[in-house]
């Protein structure tokens, strides 16, 4: 006979990840403890763009609930100095503040019967065979599964050990409207290339107020506080200059992750699940909060502690998609000037892009067509092969 357990199911972080692997496990009927280290509403630094795909996994009513703008519109600058629009006649995103997002999330887990403990950090945890004992700030808890949802920052940092990884460190700061010289588009999203090194800055519309922000690989960008300086100077839009706060986003770079283990699941950030190019982590992280508590439900009906079905959904479903994201990212972020020169020849790039992100287009189509075009214009039949590993993540 198993020993008694007091939960089913642990889950470390209330982010999008956790939040929707605890909804899933309640609403199949099983006894769920969420672990947050923060107390909620919380601020979290994010763009808080969500692409259209998110409708697969949020139902239309807590969308309407939680979406404060819609997109319709890109603008892309080149080195601020050279600006492209394009306009899409279906949407192709929203924009939530990450405050009101993660804690509609969390009541959605909580109304569904799981439990949830604020200001509780999880701080270590063992594996036994038949369960999982957790370490608290409020104590020792036992569990069946224990599910790591616990972002970029789990405490031990594992990341930083990694050389070489491509993790992101983003700085973004909000500008309330009243801090703007004129209003901003609120169905305009604008991401700037050629601002900074292998990566780029945004300027993302959210209710009142603009997500301003820039995204590198610290790798490739040695003066990042000269390039953020020189970023904000060249937003002519802003009165003053905001304080940007910095977060990492390890993204997918095609090196091994445990994504489950005995007993153990890692979703969203905690597993790497951050598209490339774009550093796109929500509906990742929501995506592989479901999967997670869909392997973890099954192994609790059957008995058989299995997770092996997790990693190869990811396999499936993501890392295809991830490793051309990755592809470009290389190509796009080293040569932001090849990438830009394209934009302004084939604007149908834009409309496949616009498909991608409302589900209907994935990245190798992307990305075919633009080594086509890219091979078409200069005869070269090397260009967007692998490029050399010594250079890139
Ligand atoms: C500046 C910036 C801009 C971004 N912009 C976008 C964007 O526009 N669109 C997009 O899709 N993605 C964006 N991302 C990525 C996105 O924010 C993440 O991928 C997403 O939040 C991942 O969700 P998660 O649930 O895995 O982790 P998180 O949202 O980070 O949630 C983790 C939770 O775990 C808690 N926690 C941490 N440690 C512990 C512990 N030991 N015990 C208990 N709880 C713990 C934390 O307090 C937190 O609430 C951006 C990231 C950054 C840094």
């Given at each position: ?9 642990i ?19 099983w006894k ?55 306009t ?15 804690l ?29 004992t ?12 224990l ?65 301003v ?16 300086d ?25 090196q ?8 153990v ?34 192994a ?39 990438f830009w ?9 834009m ?36 490029p ?6």
């Open positions: 006979m198993s020993p008694p357990v007091d939960f089913d199911v889950v470390a972080g209330a982010g999008p990840g956790g939040s929707m692997a605890a909804a899933a496990l309640s609403r199949a009927g769920v403890l969420v672990l947050e280290k923060k107390t909620f509403p919380r601020s979290k630094p994010c763009g808080g763009c969500l692409s259209r795909r998110v409708e697969a996994l949020l139902p239309r009513p807590l969308l309407d609930e939680v979406v404060e703008n819609t997109i319709s519109r890109a603008i892309f600058t080149f080195k601020q100095k050279e600006t492209l629009e394009f899409t006649s279906q949407p192709a995103a929203y924009l939530v503040r990450r405050e009101v997002f993660d509609r999330l969390a009541r959605e887990a909580e109304k569904s019967g799981a439990e949830f403990r604020f200001s509780t950090s999880l701080s270590s945890f063992q594996v036994f065979p038949d369960f999982v957790v370490n608290t700030s409020a104590g020792i808890f036992k569990s069946r599964f599910v790591l949802a616990y972002g970029a920052y789990p405490g031990e940092r594992p990341f930083k050990a990694r050389r070489r990884s491509l993790t992101y460190l983003a700085l973004e700061g909000p500008v309330p409207d009243s801090g703007l010289v004129t209003p901003w588009p609120p169905e305009a999203v604008a991401v700037h290339l050629g601002s900074v090194a292998f990566g780029y800055g945004w300027t993302f519309p959210c209710g009142n107020r603009l997500s922000g820039i995204s590198f690989w610290p790798e490739k960008e040695r003066h990042p506080k000269r390039s953020r020189h970023f904000l100077k060249g937003l002519s839009l802003l009165k003053n200059r905001p304080r940007l706060k910095g977060h990492l986003i390890p993204c997918y770079d095609g091994p992750v445990p994504y489950a283990g005995d007993r699941l890692r979703v969203g950030d905690a597993a790497r699940l951050v598209e490339p190019f774009l550093g796109e982590g929500i509906y990742y992280a929501l995506w592989s909060g479901r999967q997670g508590a869909e392997v973890i439900s099954t609790l009906k059957s008995g058989d502690p299995d997770l092996g079905p997790y990693p190869q959904a990811i396999a499936q479903h993501l890392h295809p998609e991830f490793a051309r994201a990755l592809q470009l990212a290389r190509w796009v972020y080293a040569c932001p000037g090849l020169w394209l934009l302004k020849k084939h604007n149908s790039i409309t496949i892009y616009f498909s991608i992100l409302r589900g209907q287009e994935s990245y190798d189509r992307f990305f075919w067509e633009f080594k086509k075009k890219i091979r078409h214009y200069t005869g070269l039949r090397w260009v967007l092969g692998e050399r590993r010594r250079f890139f993540p």
